[in-house]
């Protein structure tokens, strides 16, 4: 069996979809690495694989696998995957931690306006920096870590850290209680996503089915236009006979003159249909070429085309079940399956529009845990020193590692609890949105049954189609046996010189006629029971394509 992989294309756009987390080596190299926004586009495959000869010789199972692999309608179908995937990733952002850090520096001098500020002019220098962690969680909890610093210098004469150095830690958390509570409400917006990914592979497959079935139509047209021009050149062969025989019995004298121009005639509309059958040939071919991407590479559409099928009336096949048609195709086919999953999208939608409507209520907590340090000074009581001004008695040495032996030490808690409810008292907006998506839930579900009658219709048709094109193959079959005896008779008669020669050119067209309808209706049925394959969504599988 036939497996044709659809394999789908990567681009930049798809590596930044799925970038690296920091901070490894492969996160800088795709954060700073250019964006490369040049498509290269390759060239049509495996025709080589096909030449044979002097000519590109194509049975129908290797024609669609070149098709799947080049046709270029197949390839824009299959980013339309590559586009829900990356929606899927979109629908996870919410989730991802983020992580800030700000340093400052800060230098003042400014004017005293009292005693109490410890200096004339006040200089003062602050460095505080910040470091946050934060993230949201699938169940809706969101926490918040931070790490805080301050180094603040001064010449004020009432300081005794200086440089006083502050480090805290802390934790805060917020923990919705009714909006927003729980892992399924807050992976609603991803189940979504995937959902409409499932829609979007079988759309996918649908549009691949349309255009494999358009394909196919194609080859079938091709054998359609060859098998006339054949029958247009048997039947040039058959007028020439008549004019040569006609020119003959005209120079012996057992033909009136007058009798010549309707052979004449004959044979210069045999030309004629030669000619455009020709040109049918060739621009039936050209479609083809395109079908399979073989009009892109100048070295191979310049090749014939040789098609190996040929066309056989079906032989002894029995009749179809319509109701089993129908049952197959209710099963199969990718656009009722991707109206069904819609359905399920318009319940994803309805839950988060429910889940909207509710209070925002949510537990709030905190934990902070405070540390000091740097070099401290003491000094005397200026109110009650005899200078009347602050001196250092003591001098003990410190830094940054004693503000954080404090924070370690837990010493200097602080925490909190608390309840932060916002209640609309009217939220028409999410009252109208849930009602849209309620009528949209049952437009859906109309639109379900719409389809499944129109499947039923398709295949109903097809059905008749096929067995009407069965027996045409038969009574066209038959009207050539026929066809082939009359002219067969007329010409025995002629010999015979019991009948004209006008009835013997009424039973060569009879001829070319029937076997111009034999090749017809042979290509009809082929059609018709190609089109009852793509109707029942089984051409895939009958073809040995697998779309993935």
């Given at each position: 069996?036939?497996?044709?992989?659809?394999?789908?294309?990567?681009?930049?756009?798809?590596?930044?979809?799925?970038?690296?987390?920091?901070?490894?080596?492969?996160?800088?190299?795709?954060?700073?690495?250019?964006?490369?926004?040049?498509?290269?586009?390759?060239?049509?495959?495996?025709?080589?694989?096909?030449?044979?000869?002097?000519?590109?010789?194509?049975?129908?199972?290797?024609?669609?696998?070149?098709?799947?692999?080049?046709n270029t309608e197949i390839?824009?179908?299959?980013?339309?995957?590559?586009?829900?995937?990356?929606?899927?990733?979109?629908?996870?952002?919410?989730?991802?931690p983020l992580a800030t850090?700000?340093?400052?520096?800060?230098?003042?001098?400014?004017?005293?306006?009292?005693?109490?500020?410890?200096?004339?002019?006040?200089?003062?220098?602050?460095?505080?920096?910040?470091?946050?962690?934060?993230?949201?969680?699938?169940?809706?909890?969101?926490?918040?870590?931070?790490?805080?610093?301050?180094?603040?210098?001064?010449?004020?004469?009432?300081?005794?850290?200086?440089?006083?150095?502050?480090?805290?830690?802390?934790?805060?958390?917020?923990?919705?209680?009714?909006?927003?509570?729980?892992?399924?409400?807050?992976?609603?917006?991803?189940?979504?996503?995937?959902?409409?990914?499932?829609?979007?592979?079988?759309?996918?497959?649908?549009?691949?089915?349309?255009?494999?079935?358009?394909?196919?139509?194609?080859?079938?047209?091709?054998?359609?236009?060859?098998?006339?021009?054949?029958?247009?050149?048997?039947?040039?062969?058959?007028?020439?006979?008549?004019?040569?025989?006609?020119?003959?019995?005209?120079?012996?004298?057992?033909?009136?003159?007058?009798?010549?121009?309707?052979?004449?005639?004959?044979?210069?509309?045999?030309?004629?249909?030669?000619?455009?059958?020709?040109?049918?040939?060739?621009?039936?071919?050209?479609?083809?070429?395109?079908?399979?991407?073989?009009?892109?590479?100048?070295?191979?559409?310049?090749?014939?085309?040789?098609?190996?099928?040929?066309?056989?009336?079906?032989?002894?096949?029995?009749?179809?079940?319509?109701?089993?048609?129908?049952?197959?195709?209710?099963?199969?086919?990718?656009?009722?399956?991707?109206?069904?999953?819609?359905?399920?999208?318009?319940?994803?939608?309805?839950?988060?529009l429910r889940n909207l409507?509710?209070?925002?209520?949510?537990?709030?907590?905190?934990?902070?845990?405070?540390?000091?340090?740097?070099?401290?000074?003491?000094?005397?009581?200026?109110?009650?020193?005899?200078?009347?001004?602050?001196?250092?008695?003591?001098?003990?040495?410190?830094?940054?590692?004693?503000?954080?032996?404090?924070?370690?030490?837990?010493?200097?808690?602080?925490?909190?609890?608390?309840?932060?409810?916002?209640?609309?008292?009217?939220?028409?907006?999410?009252?109208?949105?849930?009602?849209?998506?309620?009528?949209?839930?049952?437009?859906?579900?109309?639109?379900?049954?719409?389809?499944?009658?129109?499947?039923?219709?398709?295949?109903?048709?097809?059905?008749?189609?096929?067995?009407?094109?069965?027996?045409?193959?038969?009574?066209?079959?038959?009207?050539?046996?026929?066809?082939?005896?009359?002219?067969?008779?007329?010409?025995?008669?002629?010999?015979?010189?019991?009948?004209?020669?006008?009835?013997?050119?009424?039973?060569?067209?009879?001829?070319?006629?029937?076997?111009?309808?034999?090749?017809?209706?042979?290509?009809?049925?082929?059609?018709?029971?190609?089109?009852?394959?793509?109707?029942?969504?089984?051409?895939?599988?009958?073809?040995?394509?697998?779309?993935?």
């Open positions: 069996m036939l497996r044709v992989t659809a394999l789908f294309l990567s681009f930049a756009a798809a590596a930044f979809a799925q970038i690296s987390a920091f901070p490894s080596a492969s996160y800088f190299r795709e954060t700073f690495s250019p964006v490369v926004t040049k498509v290269e586009l390759r060239p049509p495959a495996r025709l080589d694989d096909f030449v044979v000869g002097n000519q590109l010789e194509l049975s129908l199972r290797s024609y669609l696998e070149l098709v799947m692999a080049n390839q824009i179908q299959r980013l339309t995957v590559e586009t829900a995937q990356n929606a899927l990733t979109r629908a996870l952002a919410p989730f991802d850090a700000r340093f400052t520096s800060e230098r003042s001098r400014t004017p005293s306006n009292d005693a109490l500020a410890g200096a004339a002019t006040l200089s003062q220098l602050r460095q505080p920096a910040t470091f946050t962690y934060a993230q949201t969680l699938q169940n809706g909890t969101n926490y918040q870590v931070q790490y805080f610093a301050l180094k603040n210098a001064t010449n004020s004469g009432f300081q005794n850290f200086n440089p006083a150095i502050t480090s805290n830690l802390g934790f805060n958390f917020t923990q919705p209680l009714l909006r927003g509570r729980g892992a399924y409400v807050n992976r609603l917006p991803l189940m979504t996503a995937r959902s409409r990914l499932r829609q979007t592979e079988y759309s996918l497959r649908d549009q691949v089915l349309r255009i494999l079935a358009e394909a196919e139509l194609a080859y079938w047209n091709v054998v359609q236009a060859r098998e006339n021009l054949r029958v247009r050149e048997a039947a040039l062969d058959l007028a020439n006979k008549a004019l040569e025989r006609a020119n003959k019995e005209l120079e012996l004298g057992a033909m009136s003159p007058l009798d010549i121009f309707q052979p004449q005639q004959q044979y210069a509309t045999a030309e004629i249909d030669v000619s455009q059958s020709r040109y049918a040939l060739r621009q039936a071919e050209e479609a083809l070429r395109r079908q399979m991407g073989a009009d892109l590479d100048p070295d191979i559409r310049r090749l014939p085309v040789e098609l190996t099928e040929t066309v056989l009336p079906p032989a002894g096949t029995a009749s179809l079940d319509a109701e089993l048609e129908v049952e197959k195709a209710l099963a199969s086919r990718p656009d009722l399956r991707g109206a069904i999953q819609g359905l399920d999208i318009d319940d994803l939608q309805i839950q988060n409507s509710k209070p925002d209520l949510s537990l709030i907590g905190g934990y902070t845990a405070q540390g000091r340090g740097g070099t401290f000074f003491q000094r005397s009581n200026v109110f009650t020193d005899a200078a009347g001004r602050s001196t250092i008695v003591q001098t003990i040495p410190g830094g940054f590692g004693d503000a954080l032996d404090q924070m370690f030490g837990l010493g200097f808690p602080v925490y909190s609890f608390g309840l932060q409810l916002r209640l609309p008292i009217r939220d028409r907006r999410v009252a109208a949105d849930l009602a849209d998506a309620l009528v949209q839930k049952r437009r859906d579900t109309l639109q379900v049954r719409s389809v499944e009658q129109t499947v039923r219709l398709d295949v109903l048709t097809a059905v008749n189609q096929v067995e009407s094109s069965k027996a045409s193959v038969k009574l066209a079959a038959t009207a050539l046996d026929f066809a082939q005896k009359y002219l067969d008779a007329e010409q025995k008669k002629y010999d015979l010189g019991t009948s004209q020669i006008f009835f013997v050119l009424q039973a060569q067209n009879s001829l070319v006629n029937a076997q111009s309808a034999l090749v017809r209706e042979s290509i009809n049925y082929r059609r018709n029971l190609l089109n009852l394959l793509r109707r029942t969504g089984e051409l895939l599988e009958a073809r040995g394509v697998a779309v993935q």
